[in-house]
């Protein structure tokens, strides 16, 4: 088969389609022929050679893909060659073929086209477990979202509308913004020209947000405690604003709010916590919105697989709004 290789760490040129082995799969696996895998920000990071992946994964980029089952390992028995899936990965999306463990996989939700299925596992697992398995998002709850123009910030967005939440955005761009807003977002913030605390506080009559998002990290640490509410829920799920920053325990407390911290890609298989119980939960409960149409994915391009470095070029040039998808030609 062939496959994305990471040359050396560097800009997207280092990405090439390269042969390598077929993967057969194991104890628990399926292979999925892979119709279409998705861009995410940290398939950019891994190039860079800032996130690699877990030991034993492969290094060949993608955490998430759509396709078809090739081939069953033993003790599978829920899916069967010729089904159409797609799956959440700790790596090999960006590829012809991937072995991926059968309790990661979904099935390619009802009216929805197989590619753009691509571009569902990663974002939905990820707000998923975060704002309702970890935070309890709930009806009537002020939700912000940052980075709301993004695969993570579109997807949030919905979600947060499916549960009767009250939506709050932030992004860089009219255009990102406007998008947001179609989406169903009820408050937007230019984060170029506005301060979030100060809008989200100002539409929610000086309440706050119950459940912040948040991809930024260090940098948005302060004003994240700021725009809390009481009992407020900050999950952390991205560094790009950095890594360290002093948090004042006392605000937390005054509010009785959290922080929480969690990342996806290197939770175990099964057992607590893992990949297995966050993609039971999304079948369960988000796939259903997801066939009745209420929770989409916004693509903004679709590129050839072996064009990864393209993609690659697209995503960190900004104004990107919603998902890249690689199409396997």
């Not at 022929?33 to 492969?58: E, S």
């Not at 064009?307 to 199409?327: F, P, T, W």
């Amino acid at each position: 088969m062939y496959a994305i290789s990471i040359r050396e760490p560097g800009g997207p040129e280092v990405l090439r389609w390269a042969p390598r082995p077929d993967p057969e799969p194991g104890q628990g696996e399926v292979v999925i022929d892979i119709v279409a895998a998705a861009v995410n920000r940290a398939d950019l990071l891994q190039r860079q050679g800032f996130y690699p992946p877990p030991p034993g994964v492969t290094t060949v980029p993608g955490l998430e893909c759509s396709g078809r089952i090739a081939k069953v390992g033993k003790g599978v028995t829920q899916w069967q060659v010729g089904d159409e899936v797609c799956a959440l990965l700790a790596g090999g999306g960006y590829a012809e073929r991937v072995a991926v463990p059968a309790v990661q996989v979904l099935p390619a939700p009802k009216g929805v086209d197989l590619v753009t299925a691509a571009g569902l596992p990663e974002v939905t697992c990820t707000v998923w477990s975060n704002v309702v398995m970890l935070a309890g998002l709930a009806a009537g709850d002020t939700f912000l979202a940052h980075g709301g123009a993004g695969g993570i910030g579109t997807c949030a967005i919905q979600i947060g509308k499916a549960l009767g939440a009250t939506v709050a955005v932030t992004a860089g761009t009219p255009e990102g913004l406007a998008e947001c807003a179609r989406l169903g977002a009820d408050i937007t913030v230019n984060y170029r020209e506005q301060d979030f605390v100060e809008v989200v506080k100002e539409a929610t009559g000086g309440k706050g947000a119950d459940v912040v998002l948040d991809n930024m990290g260090a940098s948005y640490l302060a004003r994240n405690i700021d725009v809390l509410a009481a009992g407020g829920r900050l999950v952390v799920i991205g560094m790009q604003g950095g890594r360290k920053a002093e948090l004042d325990l006392s605000k937390l407390l005054a509010k009785r709010a959290s922080v929480a911290a969690t990342g996806l890609r290197g939770r175990p298989v099964d057992g607590p916590g893992s990949k297995a119980e966050v993609v039971a939960d999304v079948r369960e409960r988000l796939w259903p919105l997801v066939e009745e149409g209420k929770v989409t994915v916004v693509e903004h391009a679709r590129v050839p697989m072996q064009e990864a470095g393209e993609a690659h070029r697209l995503l960190e040039a900004g104004g990107v709004v919603g998902k890249i998808l690689l199409v396997r030609g």
